[in-house]
């Protein structure tokens, strides 16, 4: 075979032997290893046609084959002439540099919507064709500037020659690929930070001494993002396994933050019998486990494997969680509640469970749309306490 159906046949190797119990970037470091002799170029070429294939979601699934979907798939997502389709498919590659929406055309696809089958799902305020269409398209890579050192970064983009647009005074885009940390190698001029989830801050109206509470911290993006605004609060991060914990706090040396207090804790277990009982918050954060399905666009193969009775599932554990953590919120205090969710019973349905029975009222705040401009969807709203 020539190399072009080498790539193919491995391609769909992949795709039927992959279940969705890993992240693929991981199987596919698994199925590269046992495939030594592949070099660096195969392994690139092989590894975004599988890509491309999941970002077809459930576009034309059942009426073609699954090679025939590989070359769609790179079709509908590539813009520059492709030496695969010429191969396989010269008069679709001979169209490659057409927009998405007339490519499907072009293909006889007149609903987008296909990609996606969980429509009915989605929150108030999501175009619905303009999110399916982002799937052809790889997000990009976002930073936020820190320490004013937004010039600085400018400069060192501009010397390695990296195409970037600076999307306001702290965010600037970048091409998914390129290598951050080799550009800027102090780690406390930057944080890696979708545009979306950099939004979230403006939720984030902190007083100096004010008490604040991380209870889903994660790895600290949004801490940071809180204690950049205002350095002067008094913060603590929890989350529920040590591991966790710990990568905050090596993200949190890096980025030069001392002053915190971190703890382990299971927010699903009743908060008025754990180690912070005592304690009351003026504002608390919840970034809350969810389906993740406004990232999908980052990790296309989770669309093919996601079952839709989960969204219920993370619903009834978000709403557990958001009813725990409120106990230990102040009166006229706030709860921030975040999602990277596109799913309605986990953003606005939550907000009114809790407004119907935690005594919380929605402020402002709602569904952040990142398919405009290649990023995540998220939904972050502030609710104050009565």
Not at 188 to 204: C, N, P, R, T
Not at 293 to 298: D, H, M
């Amino acid at each position: 075979m020539i190399r072009w159906e080498n790539y193919l046949a491995a391609a769909e190797k992949i795709i039927v032997a992959y279940d969705g119990s890993l992240p693929l970037h991981h199987f596919l470091k698994g199925f590269f290893k046992e495939h030594p002799y592949m070099g660096s170029r195969d392994r690139r070429q092989i590894s975004q046609l599988v890509y491309q294939y999941y970002r077809m979601g459930y576009l034309l699934k059942g009426a073609k084959s699954t090679s025939e979907r590989i070359l769609l798939g790179a079709f509908l997502c590539e813009q520059e002439g492709n030496e695969l389709l010429r191969h396989f498919h010269p008069e679709l590659n001979e169209k490659i540099t057409l927009p998405v929406e007339a490519k499907l055309s072009l293909l006889g696809i007149n609903d987008v919507t296909q990609v996606f089958p969980y429509i009915q799902e989605l929150s108030a305020g999501i175009d619905i064709e303009a999110f399916c269409r982002s799937f052809f398209v790889q997000p990009q890579l976002f930073i936020r500037t820190r320490n004013n050192k937004r010039f600085s970064i400018v400069r060192l983009l501009e010397k390695a020659e990296v195409t970037f647009e600076v999307l306001d005074e702290d965010t600037i885009a970048l091409p998914n690929s390129t290598k951050i940390d080799a550009i800027i190698t102090d780690k406390s001029w930057y944080e890696i930070q979708d545009a979306s989830s950099q939004k979230v801050g403006a939720l984030f109206n902190a007083q100096p001494g004010e008490l604040w509470w991380d209870s889903c911290a994660a790895s600290g993006g949004k801490s940071i993002l809180l204690l950049d605004k205002q350095p002067a609060v008094k913060l603590l991060v929890s989350d529920v396994r040590a591991s966790i914990i710990q990568n905050l706090h090596q993200r949190f040396k890096e980025a030069g933050i001392r002053h915190y207090e971190s703890v382990v804790m299971d927010l699903t277990a009743p908060v008025l019998l754990s180690v912070i009982k005592e304690r009351r918050f003026d504002h608390i954060i919840l970034d809350a486990p969810c389906s993740g399905s406004g990232t999908w666009g980052r990790t296309p193969e989770s669309l093919s494997f996601f079952n839709e009775k989960q969204i219920t599932e993370y619903q009834q554990l978000q709403q557990k969680i958001a009813s725990n953590v409120v106990q230990l919120l102040k009166p006229g205090g706030t709860l921030t509640y975040i999602t990277c969710s596109v799913f309605k019973k986990e953003n606005e349905d939550v907000v009114t469970f809790l407004e119907e029975g935690s005594g919380l009222e929605q402020q402002e705040g709602g569904v952040i749309t990142g398919y405009g401009q290649r990023a995540d969807s998220m939904f972050a709203v502030k609710m104050i306490k009565k």
